[in-house]
Nanobody, 125 residues
């Protein structure tokens, strides 16, 4: 089993920044591709960013490209999402997820084995 715990969410004004963290435990972190997803009220969960276990592959949704950066520290079993130039449309619950089955980064929730409980990000205009 893998436990994923997100932190770093909160309320921020448009144009501001937040950094989300996701701490993993329970299984070898280094062998998992990691992803960030988000879900706004009344909407489906959508892919935000992903990073391969080697850190050589990063993938972003078009809506966040150039504003968000995903990274990981395998020594700390933690993946991060740096979010800059936040917009009200970024308001959602953000989830991290781990994929132990593929060396590639999946954009689909079904591609991930484990999920965190989520952290709320609210961007005011």
């Amino acid at each position: 089993q893998v436990q994923l715990v997100e932190s770093g969410g909160g309320l921020v004004q448009a144009g501001g920044s937040l950094r989300l963290s996701c701490a993993a435990s329970g299984r070898t972190f280094i062998s998992a591709a990691m992803g960030w997803f988000r879900q706004a009220p009344g909407k489906e969960r959508e892919f935000v960013a992903g990073i391969s276990w080697t850190t050589t592959i990063t993938v972003y949704a078009d809506a966040v490209k150039g504003r968000f950066t995903i990274s990981r520290d395998n020594a700390k079993n933690t993946v991060y999402l740096q979010m800059n130039s936040l917009e009200p449309a970024d308001t959602a619950v953000y989830y991290c997820a781990a994929d132990y089955r593929s060396r590639f980064v999946s954009r689909y929730p079904s591609g991930y084995d484990y999920w965190g409980q989520g952290t709320q990000v609210t961007v005011s205009s």
